[in-house]
């Protein structure tokens, strides 16, 4: 072979492992792997290495001698590990960590005293001591025994599965999300989540791309490694260093073996570095795995969680930081981590990293936060370090914590730990005190930050901020001692697609208001209603010409908001805040939200009586804020109670759709489906950057977030962000990626539906849908038109949303756009069915018809479903009746047949190869016009009833209660029928062939290979002694390798 290959194995796998074998890893055959485990495909852990190195890396110490753990304990220890309760995926990957993390006690009696000792299962201190071994299509029984699912790498640490990987080759479509797919679906309870309790990091690779997880993460938060150290001499050296031959021998012995040629040819010449020996390079060297298993891997409220590379290096390079010293101080700095990016995780992992790093001892660490729920959840995480984190309650009791030395790790909100300070004038000297302040900018850390440095002179202080420093406060990061490198940026973050990108829209409604009368506006909201519509609307609104000025601007800014919402989001599962600048505005809004009855909303306010915290110290509160408190009470019993019950709701249920807040839940407050924030307050600087950055959190679905401004805060964002009174405190640069005016985004739709007709240029009646599906017949152009569908579509949604799109397209274009995408939306149903294709299960589905249903008045639900199988004789004959036309109906038919032939086909090849090629002469005859739209369809019906019912006229009677002898036979008489033609006899070897397999058929006989040989030589005994037919080695060797390919896909399920 000449040209490159790309098949999986040639192109990914072998790859793969020819890199990780030149990492350190020792490569296992999957037999050697199964002898392993006992032999047995239920259990996951390669016991006998595993014991072994319990043995090797585990020494007692005692009373100055060195003892080793008895064998009785080391058994213990692997059947602790193996035999730990099932309790959901990530609850027993948890359990597991916890063993792996911390090791056991185990009782021991030496010089006669009975003692308890720790035994590790990995060597953390000494990461050489351990062992690395790599295996391929390492085969795991599911969980209800009837079948196996085999990953196609699996990597383990002292015989531990620590990490999965799923290789693709890179020409088929999307291989990378098919990767994960498949990761995803082997850890589901039905599959082989056994596997995955164990694992820490999870790959999905491709020649072209690699995405890395953990157990449990979800699609969406799968990531890309990236690093700025340059590694590629390193990398090129490793992928082109020859393995030995007694490495290459075994590598290709069996399932590789028909490799080996194009291996070894291309092994005398270089070859370039690809994406996924990068990523392998970077995640699973010895080093780097053990590293972010150990000190990168957190659980969060049920998920699992392991570090993007932004948080790796950030923390890796702050605990360099803090070794250094600068008068006679551990040097500290500033972590800018934009919102969203999981910078308070990046927190909890630098103080679990401070408290494990052996360097320093004794560490303490203080962290500082203003929020409740993350204090909680940095005690809830530390005990993966083997500690339980102590809260202060009060400054004082903080003070009495580090003054006695009682905890290392520390955690105090800001308010209490300010008002303690003051109160205490103690001095804690060491320089092992580890001060860790959220939102550090905050001018209210300034005061803080001098009581901190007197109390705690010698301590090491690392701040963080999730929106660019103001030019003003650069200078205090340096006091701090600079950024910690990565800074990672907005545009870094959405280029990572850690967040998602935030679109901008200034509605008129708050500005417009002041110069122009209150029926201008009526006018232009009125023009999409129904006559009742406008009638209903009209009796609302004469309520509010009695209105002052203030209340007619928040009445019409909630109707907006309501149609808005009801018109683009409403039923999608994605919700919305409004931002409002006082209490008394934000019932306000809630009680005009209610009359209009368009949206479910709930307020959420800090009590009226607290003067620090939230709300502007200056309101006073009113009589409808006291009153609404007093009814919060009754209803939830404390405002703790209230917070947690309506935040729950509006993350998890379909109610509230949208929450009306001051300055609450603006900062510090996480909600994937929050998507939409309506601005009707003024606001600037950080403030507006943490406000903004709600809705950037990624979803299912969840393209853009959408900002809407309702009171001119960037007008038309028609400048540069820096020109802005309320972000002109930031330099330029900081803020670049930050916001983009929707106009922008709208201005693309023009080209995205010239895209989207420009696929359908050679129809010739573009009034023919016939037309159009029977050109859609390639596979490739389907795909294509369904890609810039999606692209319009989705633009489509957003000009449709946008008040500035009415203002400057025509009603006719405008209409044009609407009925065209119904057309193209019909379309792609219709050929979905029609060739038989499957459906991609994305929430895409819900968007679409969410569209059609508010802008294009469809009476219909237009979604596409799973096609119907030709098995299921009843339904299949529904689904074809509904086609229209005999064409339609052929294509439907034969297009699901070729789809049921290519599921089954290693089943019965011989059979199903044949149907194939008549269905494939059926299809090229009517495409050219060699048979008629009947005579298609006729031809079509029969192939296909034909495959369903395995009816095939040249079958001996035999054969016909006999179905895999039947498989067997087509192997049989088609290698044998040029020397003999008579099918009664190739019917008897057949079965006779099928009696030899079945007698020699054991629990696992697919996995064990003396099995599999004596299989072998009693069948290439029987057709060279007993057949008679004088068929050559060559000829008998093919006839078997088929026979036994049938074999494991009929006899191994």
């Not at 792609?828 to 499957?838: L, Q």
């Amino acid at each position: 072979m000449d040209t490159p290959s790309f098949k999986e194995d040639h192109i990914s796998q072998v790859p793969a492992l020819q890199l990780l074998i030149n990492l350190g890893y020792t490569y296992l055959t999957p037999e050697e792997a199964l002898i392993a485990r006992g032999g047995k495909t239920s259990n996951v852990i390669l016991e006998t290495i595993l014991e072994k190195q319990l043995c090797q890396i585990n020494t007692i110490l005692y009373k100055g001698g060195e003892y080793k753990f008895s064998n009785n304990n080391i058994t213990n220890a692997i059947n602790t590990l193996k035999n730990i309760p099932y309790d959901g995926l990530i609850r027993t990957n948890e359990k597991i960590y916890d063993l792996l993390s911390l090791g056991k006690s185990f009782e021991e009696t030496i010089l006669g005293n009975t003692k308890s000792f720790d035994l590790k299962f990995i060597d953390w201190e000494n990461l050489d001591r351990n062992v690395l071994h790599v295996t391929e299509e390492f085969e795991v029984m599911q969980s209800d025994g009837k079948a196996h699912r085999r990953p196609d790498l699996v990597l383990f640490v002292n015989g531990i599965p620590f990490a999965v990987i799923e290789c693709k080759c890179p020409d088929i479509k999307d291989p990378i999300k098919e990767a994960i797919s498949q990761n995803l679906r082997n850890q589901t309870d039905e599959f082989i989540p056994e596997l995955f309790v164990y694992s820490q990091v999870l790959m999905a690779v491709s020649k072209n791309e690699a995405k890395y997880g953990t157990a449990g993460t979800a699609d969406k938060f799968w990531a890309a490694w990236k690093e700025k150290e340059d590694f590629e001499a390193e990398v090129k050296r490793l992928v082109n260093k020859p393995l030995s031959l007694e490495i290459k021998d075994k590598l290709f012995a069996s399932r590789f073996q028909y490799v080996r040629r194009y291996f070894d040819a291309i092994e005398s010449e270089e070859r370039l570095v690809t994406s996924q020996d990068r990523a392998i390079y970077s995640l699973l060297k010895s080093d780097r795995l053990l590293k972010l298993s150990r000190q990168f891997v957190i659980y969060d409220c049920g998920e699992k969680k392991i570090a993007r590379h932004q948080q790796y290096f950030a923390v890796k390079n702050t605990i360099e930081r803090v070794s250094q010293y600068q008068d006679s101080k551990r040097k500290g700095g500033v972590i800018w981590h934009t919102q969203g990016s999981g910078k308070s995780i990046t927190m909890v992992m630098l103080a679990k990293a401070l408290a494990l790093c052996p360097s320093i001892p004794n560490p303490r660490i203080v962290i500082v936060t203003d929020r409740i729920d993350l204090d909680q959840q940095i005690c809830d995480t530390f005990k993966h370090c083997g500690m339980e984190p102590e809260k202060a309650k009060t400054g004082a009791h903080l003070m009495e914590i580090l003054d006695k030395n009682k905890k290392t790790i520390v955690t105090s909100v800001l308010d209490k730990f300010q008002a303690g300070l003051n109160k205490r004038s103690v001095e804690v000297t060491s320089e092992n005190i580890f001060v860790l302040v959220d939102e550090s900018h905050r001018s209210q850390y300034g005061i803080a930050h001098a009581l901190m440095k007197k109390v705690l002179p010698n301590a090491c202080y690392i701040g963080f901020t999730g929106t660019p420093l103001l030019k003003s406060e650069k200078s205090t990061a340096e006091k701090f001692g600079g950024f910690i490198q990565p800074i990672y940026t907005i545009n870094d973050a959405v280029e990572d697609k850690a967040v998602v990108p935030l679109l901008y829209e200034g509605r008129h409604v708050l500005q417009d208001v002041d110069q122009k009368p209150i029926d201008t506006w009526f006018t232009r909201v009125c023009e999409p209603l129904s006559e009742y519509q406008v009638t209903d609307l009209k009796r609302k609104f004469s309520k509010i010409e009695k209105l002052n000025l203030t209340d007619q601007k928040i009445y019409m800014i909630s109707y907006d908001v309501s149609e808005h919402f009801r018109k683009n989001w409403q039923g999608t599962g994605f919700k919305a805040q409004i931002a409002t600048d006082s209490k008394a505005a934000a019932l306000k809004f809630k009680k005009c939200l209610d009359e209009i009855n368009k949206v479910s909303s709930e307020v959420v306010i800090s009590a009226p009586d607290k003067r620090k915290g939230y709300e502007d110290i200056y309101e006073e509160p009113t009589e409808e804020v006291l009153k609404f408190w007093k009814n919060m009470l009754k209803r939830f019993s404390s405002e703790s109670e209230y917070n947690k019950q309506v935040i729950a709701s509006f993350k998890h249920a379909e109610q509230p759709e949208i929450l009306i807040v001051v300055e609450k839940l603006l900062t510090g407050f996480d909600a994937h489906r929050n998507t939409v924030l309506y601005i009707a307050k003024s606001m600037k600087e950080h403030t507006l950057l943490q406000a903004i950055a709600r809705v950037n959190r990624i979803h299912e679905g969840k393209d853009y977030g959408f900002i809407v401004d309702y009171y001119g805060i960037l007008g038309e964002l028609d400048l540069a962000l820096t020109a802005y009174e309320e972000l002109s405190g930031f330099d330029k640069e900081d803020l670049e990626g930050t916001l983009v005016n929707i106009a922008e985004e709208v201005k693309t739709l023009p080209q995205k539906y010239a895209d989207l007709w420009d696929i359908f240029k050679e129809i010739k009646n573009r009034r023919d849908e016939e037309e159009y599906e029977r050109f859609l017949f390639d596979e490739e152009l389907r795909h294509k038109f369904y890609e810039k569908l999606t692209a319009f579509s989705k633009t489509l949604s957003i000009a449709l949303s946008s008040e500035k799109f009415y203002e400057e397209v025509t009603e006719k274009q405008i209409n044009k756009y609407k009925d065209d995408f119904k057309f193209f939306q019909k379309l792609r149903v219709s050929v979905k069915k029609r060739y038989a294709e499957v459906v991609d299960f994305k929430e895409y589905e819900d968007k679409i018809q969410k569209l059609l249903n508010t802008y294009v008045s469809s009476d219909e639900v237009i979604k596409i479903t799973d096609p119907v199988n030709i098995f299921d004789k009843e339904n299949f004959q529904k689904e074809v009746t509904k086609a229209v036309g005999e064409a339609a109906k052929a294509d439907m038919i034969a297009h699901r047949t070729k789809r049921t032939i290519e599921e089954k086909y290693d089943e019965d090849p011989v059979f199903y190869e044949k149907f194939s090629n008549l269905l494939k002469k059926a299809i090229d005859d009517y495409r050219q016009a060699r048979i008629t739209d009947a005579q298609y369809f006729l031809t079509a019906n029969e192939i296909m009833e034909a495959v369903r019912d395995r009816k095939d006229t040249d079958m001996p009677d035999i054969l016909q209660d006999k179905d895999v002898a039947k498989a067997f036979y087509g192997v049989v008489y088609e290698s044998v029928n040029q020397r003999n033609n008579d099918k009664g006899a190739s019917a008897k070897i057949a079965i006779d062939i099928d009696a030899i397999i079945q007698r020699n058929i054991v629990v696992d006989w697919h996995l064990k290979t003396d099995i599999q040989n004596k299989m072998l030589n009693d069948i290439e005994d029987y057709l060279a002694d007993e057949t008679k037919l004088g068929l050559s080695y060559e000829e008998i060797d093919l006839i078997m390798e088929k026979i036994i390919n049938i074999a494991k896909r009929r006899y191994a399920k």
